[in-house]
T-cell receptor
Framework: GAVVSQHPSRVICKSGTSVKIECRSL??????MFWYRQFPKQSLMLMAT?????????EQGVEKDKFLINHASLTLSTLTVTSAHPEDSSFYIC????????????FGPGTRLTVL | DAKTTQPNSMESNEEEPVHLPCNHS???????IHWYRQLPSQGPEYVIH???SNVNNRMASLAIAEDRKSSTLILHRATLRDAAVYYCILREMNRDDKIIFGKGTRLHILP
């Protein structure tokens, strides 16, 4: 099946630093990828839709200047958490939908961010 | 977005069938019913989806009510590895359609 990877799987950083999370579709191309955030014991919350070659579409309440998304190729999207603070600590998950199939999305394993 | 309602949690014994219900009374004619599940500390994974007819695959079966206002995900023989949060989601079948997750059902499997 189609595989989506994320890097890093876990990151700990100091408050005020920026953290970049990569999402890669390993064996398929995707014009669209999605970024989610999940707090403990809660459901996934969609943050933004990442579109290859164009600007990301952010959900209401998500700060675009804080969560920078770049989708430079058909297999890579990056999420940068700028000036991270402890309240940004969360589980960040990406997903991608292959060009050849539209009935299933493939999710990455997630990145656990801890901001001290 | 059309919403779904699921029980917060369910329990089942290992090696027994599990029926996970989902209500979606405001479903539209173009909404597909999708199920995803999320194992602990992992990203979600696709389970099954359907429109009107019941569906079977290697993971599960999906039974859809005739009026499409409810559906049931059936795990025929639960194992400990099936302990997860199961999400019932409605999606219009457009390319790049985003998935909005509800709270899902946390399934506990008792050995």
């Amino acid at each position: 099946g189609a595989v989506v990877s994320q890097h890093p799987s876990r990151v700990i950083c100091k408050s005020g630093t920026s953290v970049k999370i990569e999402c890669r579709s390993l064996d398929f191309q995707a014009t669209t990828m999605f970024w989610y955030r999940q707090f403990p014991k809660q459901s996934l919350m969609l943050m933004a839709t990442s579109n290859e070659g164009s600007k990301a579409t952010y959900e209401q309440g998500v700060e675009k200047d804080k969560f920078l998304i770049n989708h430079a190729s058909l297999t890579l999207s990056t999420l940068t958490v700028t000036s991270a603070h402890p309240e940004d600590s969360s589980f960040y998950i990406c997903s991608a939908e292959p060009l050849w199939r539209s009935d299933e999305q493939f999710f990455g394993p997630g990145t656990r961010l801890t901001v001290l | 977005d059309a919403k779904t309602t699921q029980p917060n949690s369910m329990e089942s014994n290992e090696e027994e069938p599990v029926h996970l219900p989902c209500n979606h009374s405001t479903i539209s004619g173009t909404d597909y019913i999708h199920w995803y599940r999320q194992l602990p500390s992992q990203g979600p994974e696709y389970v099954i989806h359907g429109l009107t007819s019941n569906v079977n695959n290697r993971m599960a079966s999906l039974a859809i009510a005739e009026d499409r206002k409810s559906s049931t995900l059936i795990l025929h023989r639960a194992t400990l590895r099936d302990a997860a949060v199961y999400y019932c989601i409605l999606r219009e079948m457009n390319r790049d359609d985003k998935i909005i997750f509800g709270k899902g059902t946390r399934l506990h499997i008792l050995p």
